[in-house]
Each structure stands twice: as C-alpha cells, then as structure tokens.
C-alpha cells in the first residue's frame, strides 16, 4: 500500500512538471509563474470562504450538541483538500482543487470518492434484509418486539 502511494504521488509529480514544462512553452516562464503564484492566491480565497460557508451547518450542530455524520463533514472535507491542492503549485492539482472546493461540482466529487472507497473496502451496495414481525419477546426489563430475518444474498456482505 505505501509503495503504491510513492509510486502515484511519483506519477502525479512528474505529470505536474511535464504540464507546467508546456504551459511554460505555450505562454512563456514569466506568464507561467504569474499563473501559478495566481492560482495559489485563488486557492486561499476559495478555501477561506467554502470553509466558513461549509463550517457553519457543522458549529450549529456542535453547539445544540447533535453533531453526527452529514454531508456538511464530506463537504468540509473535500473543501480541505480541494484547497490544499490549489496552495500547491502545479495546475493539475488546481483542476482537481477547483472540483473540489466548487459547490457545483462537490457532489460529482463526493460520489467518486464514495464509489472509490466502497470498491476498495468491497462494498456493493445496501444490504437487503427479508423480515417477518413476531410478537414481543418478555425480558425483564420489559417487552421487546423482536423482527426475525434473513440476508437476501451474501454477496452484499463485507468481506
């Protein structure tokens, strides 16, 4: 797993400076180091404002004490990461930072990233479940209504 992220972070590195190399053939050194000293000015202005405006549903949870799993955590995320690849120089990172830190495109993001992520822990999908409701169940703290059921079909299941 380690050797395999080198090799990416490798990949993506090189990919950065053979598209900077171009640029810079295409519009001249000057042009090219204005564009990405503009693009990392851009990045902090995007990741200050997403930020504040991402945060602000996350501080009205923690403050009524509900704070729980919801897209505003995923947004918060992909708006970090979005803006850490804008600071950085190089234009490939930029591109795949605007994705992340434009509200429009977070969700094509979003679901890209959870597509990915179920794949590699091997998820399919919902597991479906065919139950049938029986009567309470007496305990000693009281009735339970106990629901019966079956998996329909381990593939679902996490391996």
């Known amino acids: 797993m380690a050797h395999r992220v080198r090799v990416l972070a490798g990949l993506w590195a090189l ?3 053979v598209v900077f190399a171009l640029v810079a053939a295409w519009i001249g050194v000057g042009w090219t180091l204005l564009a990405a000293l503009a693009t990392t000015v851009l ?23 509900t704070l729980q799993r919801s897209r505003a955590a995923t947004d918060a995320g992909l708006v970090a990461a979005g ?57 000693p703290e009281g009735p339970v209504r106990v629901i019966e059921g079956e998996v329909a079909g381990e593939s679902h299941l996490i391996r």
């Not at 404002?49 to 403050?63: E, F, G, K, N």
């Not at 190089?90 to 969700?107: A, E, M, W, Y």
């Not at 998820?123 to 139950?131: L, N, Q």
Request: glycine fraction near 14%; charged fraction near 20%.
């Open 15 to 17: 990919a950065e400076i």
């Open 43 to 65: 990045g902090w202005t995007l990741v200050a404002r997403q930020m504040r405006d991402v945060t602000a549903p996350l501080r009205a949870q923690a403050r009524g004490g």
């Open 83 to 139: 803006g850490v690849l804008m600071v950085l120089p190089g234009f490939l990172g930029d591109v795949v930072g605007l994705l992340c830190l434009l509200p429009p495109t977070r969700p094509l993001v979003r679901a890209a990233v959870g597509r990915g992520l179920a794949a590699k822990l091997g998820v399919a999908g919902p597991v479906r479940v065919r139950s049938t409701r029986v009567e309470t169940f007496p305990r």
